[in-house]
């Protein structure tokens, strides 16, 4: 990837559009119960991006932030319900992206499955990726 790449992005009904100027850090595949509940799907797909890389090109005012626990905050659009990002105190330089999000064509493949010991009864995972019952 060259040092100038962007990646952009945008919500389900495109009103929040957003650009990464850097790099976009492994990809997560997260099974726990919060991200399933947040996402209506089996696992979340986020990656980290620094927080000095992210801006929101379009639709500021429609970006929601719930706080989920203490901890974590999860950004998404007021309008069509699609998550964005979250924000972790532990880690103040980072927001974890939701990949599914992005427009540009992202060349990474997902690296390990984390939360795995919670994951949705019903779920197979049908990969060898690396699994973690938490976060490793
Ligand atoms: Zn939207
Ligand atoms: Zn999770």
């Known amino acids: 990837m060259s040092a100038d790449q962007i990646y952009t992005g945008s ?20 099974h726990c ?5 947040a996402n209506g799907t089996a696992y979340a797909s986020n990656a980290p991006i620094k927080v ?9 005012h429609l970006l929601k932030k719930y706080s989920s626990t203490e901890t ?3 950004c998404f659009c007021s309008e069509c319900a699609a998550p964005i990002i979250s924000i ?5 330089d ?15 493949k997902p690296t390990q499955h984390i939360f795995v010991g919670s ?8 990969d060898d990726l690396p699994q973690y019952d938490t976060r490793p």
């Open 11 to 30: 919500c389900l009904c495109g009103g929040i559009r957003y650009e990464i100027h850097g790099e976009i850090g492994p990809v997560l595949l997260c």
């Open 94 to 108: 980072l927001y974890r992206l939701r990949i599914g999000t992005l427009d540009t064509p992202l060349q990474q």
């Open 33 to 37: 119960q919060r991200c399933r509940k």
């Open 119 to 126: 994951k949705a009864e019903w779920e197979t995972i049908c």
């Open 88 to 92: 972790k105190t532990d880690t103040p």
């Open 72 to 74: 974590t905050t999860r």
């Open 52 to 60: 000095s890389d992210f801006r929101i090109t379009q639709g500021e």
